[in-house]
């Protein structure tokens, strides 16, 4: 089975600016979480879609929104983008019946805001 | 709250000697743990994880990891270190409060195995 997918890997933009990423979960994956990673917070949860809904959200403002499609693909937005949104995005897949299943991460989107 | 704990920012150890990187948590109810690693510039890759049952848990690449519940810790071990396994370790429990998939994680460890 092919992993998990997340397009595009690397990103630059500016202050001010918003950016779409996107992620293809593993195939029969219904769930999809986001989480982001920096040096200083370490790996933070944003929120998870199941069944093109959002099940769970992190402690992220407004401008950090996202949405699932009817094939499991996800995108995640974030608008009115500051300096401190640099990160490494990662997306993880799971099948989600249960709450003991595996989360797979994909390789990431490193967002760089100038 | 919930929360994990991976008191070694860095672990150091020589290619063959058995490793350590330690993991403590504490978590309402029962825990679901996870181990997690990282190599530069790649996402997450999931070792093992503890549900229930035996408290040694056998993942891949040779990795296990010890529950002890009184102590609340999840150590990840291997008997034998190698240069390849030098990388970014992460241990994570499933947030109860969060739903199914929401993970808290530690702040990494980095394991450098020397030559």
């Known amino acids: 089975k092919a992993g998990v997918t997340q397009t595009p890997r690397y990103l630059i933009k500016t202050r001010g600016q918003q950016v779409t990423l996107s992620c293809s979960p593993i195939s029969g994956h219904r769930s999809v979480s986001w989480y982001q990673q920096t040096p200083g917070q370490g790996l933070q949860f944003l929120f998870e879609y199941f069944s093109e809904t959002q099940r769970n959200k992190g402690n992220f403002p407004g401008r950090f929104s996202g949405r699932q499609f009817s094939n499991s693909r996800s995108e995640m937005n974030v608008s009115t983008l500051e300096l401190g949104d640099s990160a490494l995005y990662l997306c993880?897949?799971?099948?989600?019946?249960?709450?003991?299943?595996?989360?797979?991460f994909g390789p990431g989107t490193r967002l760089t805001v100038l | 709250a919930q929360s994990v704990a991976q008191p070694e920012d860095q672990v150091n150890v020589a290619e063959g000697n058995p490793l350590t990187v330690k993991c403590t948590y504490s978590?309402?109810?029962?825990?679901?743990l996870f181990w997690y690693v990282q190599y530069p510039n790649r996402g997450l890759q999931f070792l093992l994880k503890?549900?229930?049952?035996?408290?040694l848990v056998k993942g891949s690449y040779g990795f296990e990891a010890e529950f002890n519940k009184s102590q609340t810790s999840f150590h990840l071990k291997k008997p034998s270190a190698l240069v390849s396994d030098s990388a970014l370790y992460f241990c994570?429990?499933?947030?109860?409060?969060?739903?199914?998939?929401?993970?808290?994680f530690g702040a990494g460890t980095r394991l450098a195995v020397h030559p």
């Open positions: 994570a429990v499933r947030d109860p409060s969060g739903g199914y998939n929401k993970l808290i």
């Open positions: 978590v309402s109810g029962n825990p679901y």
């Open positions: 993880a897949s799971s099948s989600a019946l249960s709450g003991t299943d595996t989360q797979y």
């Open positions: 503890y549900i229930t049952g035996d408290n």
